[in-house]
């Protein structure tokens, strides 16, 4: 993984997310990926549990997510991102860490900056 570019696989992700495609947004993870959503304080398993937590956090709220910064480490890369939506005070600040195998999302571990 090039240190200074941004995989494809997550260009894609936020693309998706913010067009708030669910089925290209879940293509991003593997099949049988996990995130930690610190921020709601619940790990989701799948694609299924995936896919209901972006339908109610994403969707729902309009959510559009602008990228900050991002280090990419091997196969790791951490992304400080920026909320916007239909949420209470309409945008907050957020943490990503996703974990990449074979082109795809294994594990993101996902908060709210404080």
């Given at each position: 993984?090039?240190?200074?570019?941004?995989?494809?696989?997550?260009?894609?992700?936020?693309?998706?997310?913010?067009?708030?495609?669910?089925?290209?947004?879940?293509?991003?993870?593997?099949?049988?990926?996990?995130?930690?959503?610190?921020?709601?304080?619940?790990?989701?398993?799948?694609?299924?549990?995936?896919?209901?937590y972006f339908q109610d956090y994403f969707i729902n709220y309009h959510t559009h997510t602008e990228i900050?910064?991002?280090?990419?480490?091997?196969?790791?890369?951490?992304?400080?991102?920026?909320?916007?939506?239909?949420?209470?005070?309409?945008?907050?600040?957020?943490?990503?860490?996703?974990?990449?195998?074979?082109?795809?999302?294994v594990r993101l571990v996902a908060d709210l900056e404080k």
């Amino acid at each position: 993984m090039d240190r200074n570019e941004l995989p494809e696989v997550l260009v894609n992700h936020i693309k998706n997310s913010n067009m708030l495609d669910i089925n290209q947004y879940l293509s991003s993870f593997s099949d049988m990926a996990m995130i930690e959503e610190h921020s709601i304080g619940n790990n989701l398993y799948g694609k299924e549990e995936i896919k209901s937590y972006f339908q109610d956090y994403f969707i729902n709220y309009h959510t559009h997510t602008e990228i900050l910064e991002y280090k990419v480490r091997e196969s790791y890369v951490e992304m400080h991102v920026l909320f916007k939506g239909s949420f209470p005070g309409n945008e907050i600040g957020g943490l990503y860490e996703f974990f990449i195998e074979d082109n795809k999302i294994v594990r993101l571990v996902a908060d709210l900056e404080k």
